[in-house]
């Protein structure tokens, strides 16, 4: 019998799981209680932007395979149920806010079948898997619950979905380890890392995650502001490191810093469960990671001053990236957003410009000034401040830029741009940790 697949939640993890499912050959059912989304999605329009994902999705609503509903009742015949709704940041607090995930499972609980399998994929505090699974077996014993958390990056959530690092499950019995199996069999064919753990485990797997990563980002931002006090270069000191196979070169790029919807609140949700657990001195460091984060926002702004003036009013500012990561239209807690709108409060005039990030970015921050292209963005700017590190700011060639602006200064703070390359065609050049030599 093969395998029918329900997706509950059609935000960025559902969309992407259930549409990547269906490429797969399952038959899939996205559920949302959103129709706006339940509506777009059904005709083939992602409400978001990620590589490759809208062409994949209209392909497998031709396909036949794959549908969308609001109706709860559409799921009854599944066999395996995927969990994929938000844990955003509680408002008062920085626990994370387990709403919705209880919700979806109180509404599929009474629909599903006998022997069903419920998978959560969303980030949440350990203990949650167990608290949901007792909560499902009293409304319907004969299913049962398991754990499969994600391990998606913005800009290439498909082939994360499809090809996987590794797959980690947590499951209480053999069964839904065997269930999961099925599931995931191409993976596994393809000797994609198979990890089985206990529930408490395959939770904190994902919040170890992106611990550890916030670590190595604010780590190398750390030593940016010892490399400027030390007139030092961060970016030879961090290729030296990286070179050392215990460290590794990936995310020693030191900037502005991590934003987005997920490692700002699912390291602050793991400080709050830790305390919680009475473990709380065992994750006291991520506090310190946190506030170098926020610092290297500060401290662009600093270099803002020192360049220009500490009273920025009616200054001229253009800003390159919105997004707060390339390949994504994401601008939750986006550093490149949060500088420009501290930037403007401080009575500069700024324009912001990004490939695919404008529509949210005027959404959430109406007052700043947007442009369609870089020329318009930069025209007539006193400084220019690169802050997120797409492609298209990468490969601009800095001599066109020279005479739309009224002042050739530019402040990389993703340290992404060829310093020489700028200084060649004529422009001042700053970055995060870099010497002006």
């Known amino acids: 019998m093969s395998i029918k697949i329900s997706v509950i939640g059609t ?43 809208e062409e994949l999705l209209q392909t497998e609503l031709k396909s036949g395979r794959l549908t969308f509903s609001t109706d709860f009742s559409a799921i009854k015949e599944c066999d395996v149920h995927f969990i994929c709704v938000g844990t955003p940041q509680i408002a008062n607090g920085i626990a994370a806010d387990r709403t919705y ?6 509404a599929i609980a009474p629909v599903i079948k006998d022997g069903s399998l419920v998978v959560g994929k969303s980030t949440v505090p350990v203990g949650t898997a167990a608290e949901l699974r007792d909560r499902l077996l009293k409304i ?40 999961l199996r099925k599931v995931y069999s191409k ?24 611990a550890f990563l916030a670590t190595k980002i604010s780590f190398i931002n750390a030593m940016a502001e010892v490399c400027e006090a030390a007139g030092g270069d961060v970016t030879v ?10 460290i590794g ?23 709050a469960r830790a305390e919680e657990l009475g473990a709380e001195q065992a994750l006291e460091f991520l506090r310190e990671i946190d506030s170098i984060n926020l610092r290297a926002r500060s401290r662009m702004i600093d270099l803002v001053r020192r360049d220009l003036s500490e ?39 700024v324009t912001v410009h990004d490939p695919k990030a404008i529509h949210n970015a005027e959404a959430r921050f109406p007052a700043l ?6 020329e318009t963005c930069v025209a007539d700017a006193e400084l220019v401040l690169h802050l997120t590190e797409w492609k298209v700011y990468r490969e601009i060639d800095p001599l066109k830029l020279l005479g739309l602006v009224a002042n050739p200064t530019i402040i990389d703070g993703r340290n992404a741009l060829d310093r020489e390359l700028w200084r060649a065609a004529g422009w001042q050049f700053r970055a995060l940790g870099r010497s002006e030599n």
């Open 249 to 271: 070169s990936r995310f020693l790029q030191a900037g502005i810093g991590f934003g987005g919807g997920c490692l700002p609140k699912d390291i602050r949700a793991f400080m």
């Open 101 to 106: 995930v209880f919700a979806a499972l109180d």
């Open 369 to 374: 000034n947007y442009a369609d292209t870089i």
């Open 140 to 179: 319907n014993p004969k299913t049962d619950l398991a754990w499969n958390p994600e391990f998606l990056r913005e800009g290439f959530a498909v082939e994360d979905t499809l090809n996987p690092t590794r797959l980690v499950v947590g499951v209480a019995n053999h069964l839904a380890e065997e269930t």
């Open 187 to 210: 993976n596994l064919a393809d000797q994609t890392p198979w990890i089985v753990a206990d529930l408490p485990t395959s939770e904190l797997v994902k919040v170890s995650a992106n």
């Open 11 to 53: 935000g960025y993890l559902g969309a992407t799981h259930a549409t990547c499912m269906s490429s797969l050959g399952f038959e899939v059912v996205g559920v949302d209680v959103d129709p706006k989304k339940i509506e777009s999605l059904s005709q083939g329009i992602i409400p978001f932007y990620e590589p490759r994902l």
């Open 237 to 246: 000191l961090a290729k030296a490191i990286g070179y050392d196979p215990r």
């Open 311 to 349: 009273d920025l009013r009616g200054k001229k500012i253009a800003v390159l990236g919105a997004a707060f990561k390339p390949d994504s239209d994401d601008v939750r807690d986006s550093p490149a957003l949060d500088i420009a709108v501290q930037i403007q409060g401080a009575g500069a005039h």
